[in-house]
């Protein structure tokens, strides 16, 4: 019997939400940007304006429509991870030498236009970088499977230029990304360490064919040996010892490391060649920020601090959900979750018409 195909991405789930739109009869719009939200004098928001047969990134592409929400709108919009000058108005760090995870319209325009309209846009300095990407491949790439995967859980993460560990592998995401950006702009590498052991008791379990196509796209390096690995990115290699050689006491001992890092279970010894690295250079990934909403997923106006009529937000678009540091994982729920509880808010609206 043919095993039918498995898709673990988050597409899967868009596919769900499409294959119920359709049993339901819900037409979906493809290609339509939306220039402007429409809100009256009366202060109630009352459709869209659109192009549609928009080609991105083409902002004066497709024919120019007019949409009339007879009850409201929601705001689903994603983050403006590959917009740099409208990250950098809100972290000025998080220049062109960033790359993002994220696909390229992934852009401002409507946290302008909301705004624009009243929303009260909150919390948008808050930038999550993944510290686990490579500078080696565009977008979210596959290094990062090895990365954190092997390397923050059965291995080490070393600054090249001390070969020392310069941060817990297993804290949060802005804890480990501010690390790494710290070393890079001082003009170190670092890069993310495992042995073949680690490499074996992980991914190759996990992710099946993984590692050779790490290896394949150049982006996980193997080497025969450790001493050959350090030459390649200048190591100092006594240093580089005596950090492994301190992994591997904590591990014998099982007892979190001075940086509190604790023992992985199952972890072993580090040591059994072939040597595998990645280097670490973070990317912008996720905006924590966004438009304030109640808990009916209403969208609060600036200037009054009351909902405004007619207008409902959820996931990405909103802020005030995740604080200054998202958990892998949890923006699903915040999109599914809140999702519902805006679509249902918004159905049971009187049609203002």
């Known amino acids: ?39 009256d004098e009366d202060g109630r928001v009352k459709g869209l304006q659109v192009r549609e047969g ?13 949409i009339k929400a007879k009850k409201a709108v929601i705001l689903c919009h994603g983050g403006f991870g590959a ?15 960033f790359d993002t995870t994220n696909q390229p319209g992934a852009t401002s325009e409507l946290w302008r236009e909301a705004s624009r309209i009243g ?18 491949e565009k977008g ?5 499977y090895f990365a954190q995967g092997a390397a923050a859980t059965q291995g080490i993460w070393i600054d090249c230029a ?20 710290t070393n890079n702009n001082k003009g170190h590498t670092c890069i993310a360490l495992a042995d073949q052991t680690a490499v074996d008791l992980t991914i190759q379990k996990s992710r099946p064919g993984i590692l050779d196509k790490q ?48 023992i992985y279970k199952g972890a072993q010894a580090i040591g059994t060649g072939p040597w595998y690295c990645s280097i670490l250079s973070p990317k912008v990934h996720h905006c924590m920020g966004g438009l304030e909403t109640n808990s009916k997923g209403q969208v609060i106006d600036v200037s009054s601090d009351k909902p405004i009529p007619g207008l409902y937000a959820a996931g990405e678009s909103t802020g005030g959900v995740h604080g200054a540091v998202r958990l892998g994982s949890c923006a699903v729920l915040d999109c599914l979750a809140n999702g519902r509880i805006a679509g249902r808010k918004a159905a049971q609206e009187q049609n203002w018409s």
């Open 119 to 136: 929303g009260n846009l909150i919390q948008a300095d808050w930038i999550q970088c993944g510290p686990w990407n490579s500078p080696e």
């Open 140 to 144: 979210m790439g596959v290094a990062l």
């Open 1 to 39: 019997m043919q095993i039918p195909a498995i898709n673990g991405s988050g597409s899967e789930i868009v596919h769900k939400q499409l294959a119920y739109a359709k049993k339901l009869g819900i037409p979906v719009r493809l290609r339509v940007y939306v220039e402007r939200i429409i809100r």
């Open 215 to 262: 290896l394949e796209r150049k982006v996980v390096h193997k080497f025969a040996t450790l001493e050959d690995l350090a030459k390649q990115y200048n190591v100092p290699m006594d240093a580089l010892q005596a950090t492994i050689a301190d992994y591997n006491k904590h591990q014998a001992e099982g007892t979190p490391d001075e940086m509190g890092r604790k």
């Open 54 to 66: 928009y080609r991105f990134p083409n902002a004066q592409s497709g024919k120019v429509k007019s």
């Open 83 to 97: 917009d740099v000058n409208y990250r950098m108005k809100h972290d000025p760090k998080l220049t062109d030498k």
């Open 162 to 181: 001390t070969g020392k560990r310069f941060v817990n592998e297993l804290a949060n995401r802005k804890i480990r990304a501010d690390a790494v950006i």
